[in-house]
């Protein structure tokens, strides 16, 4: 007896540093692609080659061929079933979801555009104001009220845009517009994916599918919007000069690393919660800064360090607010709980169980789970953007993510990613 409980002792230790481990890495996965890509989009935007829109075109065109060929692969390794979806495509159900890859293709073409004509030091400033957006458009639409403390924090984040936007020297008037458009359509996403879900029985691995499938040919027209449709002719295809190898490359790896930062989202997400990924968010934030100065030699004017300092504070101070209101919420709905079971009658009979595994699928995640708040889901997709609508966002699949300031940093989150964040954080607040 004593003997099997040293055994199990010794096997929820392993477990418990294995989880140790898991968190680990995943937060380091996350931070170092998440860091990089935003360099390296910047880089590929004001040297290699200067198409915004086109390069998101591309990235998702990657985003697009890693899904159907890891769902060819599941179908010799069903293991990957976890990570890649079923590739079928269903043109009522894509007609019906169109409004969300739509505003989703606007907020990465307009955040890479915004990247394009800023510094990287102040790239956070130009696209502070998706906190304000969500605010707005929970209470115009969804009809949801934000507490007092978190509007003064939006506040702040408002006043350090506005200080941050006259010092024309960092942030340039083109820049600053589409930060903030962008903003916009990245706040109305998240009210969008929040409506398309239970379309798809609250499966957030089709609509990474349909949405990254759809970005494609909306990004087409908006490739002729922004002017950029030179950009297949501008494309270098002589493959014996090495400079071809070196502007494709860089698109390619670009791809990978916006697959990569979904990846570390999920993982993130799923060993942790949307509140420690908004945090090592912000975090990132700083350090992206600080990035764009030391590496990048950025000047930084008063007014442009009086914007980072309150976009920063204010968004910091925002997810502080949300995370002890969503304590309190979880406290109130234990004792409420608590007091119902104490009320209710023990039945004579056993009850079935259902789901007792874990599973009832994506719905029963649903019912278990809940929803998080538009505000709540915005709060954590400002803490990073990515270019791929892939697996963002409980079920989080082992190996699927999505990064929630767009185009790796440069764009905003996908729409899956926050799916499973929006599950995570419904499961914190219950």
């Not at 073409?109 to 956070?124: D, E, F, G, I, P």
């Not at 990132?284 to 990048?296: F, R």
Request: aromatic residues 10%.
């Amino acid at each position: 007896m004593v003997g099997g409980e040293t055994k199990s002792r010794d096997k929820e230790e392993i477990l418990d540093q294995q989880h140790v481990r898991n968190i680990k890495f995943a937060i380091v996965f996350y931070f170092s692609v998440s860091i990089g890509i935003v360099f390296f989009n910047y880089h590929i935007l004001t040297s290699t080659f200067k198409r915004p829109v086109f390069v998101s075109l591309f990235q998702q065109a990657v985003g697009v061929c890693i899904l159907c060929l890891g769902s060819q692969l599941a179908n010799r390794w069903p293991a990957l079933d976890r990570c890649f979806p079923p590739v079928s495509f269903d043109a009522a159900m894509a007609w019906r979801l169109l409004p969300v890859s739509a505003s989703f293709v606007a907020t990465i073409a307009l955040s890479n555009t915004c990247l394009k004509y800023v510094q990287v030091s102040t790239y956070q400033v130009a696209r502070s104001m998706t906190i304000f957006f969500n605010i707005t458009l929970s209470y115009l639409i969804l009809n949801q009220r934000t507490s007092h403390q978190c509007l003064a924090a939006c506040a702040v984040v408002v006043v350090g845009f506005l200080i941050g936007s006259l010092d024309t020297s960092t942030l340039t008037l083109t820049g600053i517009i589409a930060g903030f458009v962008s903003s916009f359509f990245q706040a109305s996403n998240n009210v969008l994916v929040k409506r398309a879900l239970p379309l798809l029985k609250h499966d957030e691995r089709q609509l990474l599918f349909y949405s990254t499938t759809l970005a494609v040919p909306l990004l087409l027209p908006a490739l002729l919007l922004a002017g950029e449709g030179d950009a297949f002719q501008l494309l270098p295809w002589d493959f014996r000069q090495s400079a071809t190898w070196y502007v494709w490359g860089s698109l390619i790896v670009s791809g990978l690393l916006a697959m990569a930062l979904n990846v570390s989202t999920y993982q993130v997400i799923k060993h942790t919660s949307p509140v420690t990924f908004n945090m090592v968010g912000k975090v990132k934030s700083c350090v992206q800064t600080v990035g764009g100065v030391v590496l990048l030699g950025e000047a930084l004017h008063l007014r442009s360090l009086i914007g980072i300092l309150l976009t920063f504070t204010g968004s910091w101070a925002y997810g502080a607010f949300k995370m002890q209101e969503a304590a309190a919420s979880s406290r109130e709905s234990g004792e409420s709980s608590s007091a119902h079971t104490a009320k209710t009658p023990i039945s004579p009979l056993p009850l079935p169980i259902v789901g007792s595994s874990g599973g009832g699928g994506p719905e029963a995640n649903r019912r278990r789970h809940g929803d998080a708040s538009v505000e709540e889901l915005g709060a954590l997709m400002d803490s990073q953007p990515s270019l791929l609508p892939v697996v963002q966002p409980v079920t989080v699949p082992d190996c699927a993510g999505g990064d929630i300031e767009a185009g790796g940093d440069s764009g905003a989150s996908s729409p899956s990613t926050a799916a499973s964040a929006s599950f995570r954080m419904g499961e914190k607040e219950k």
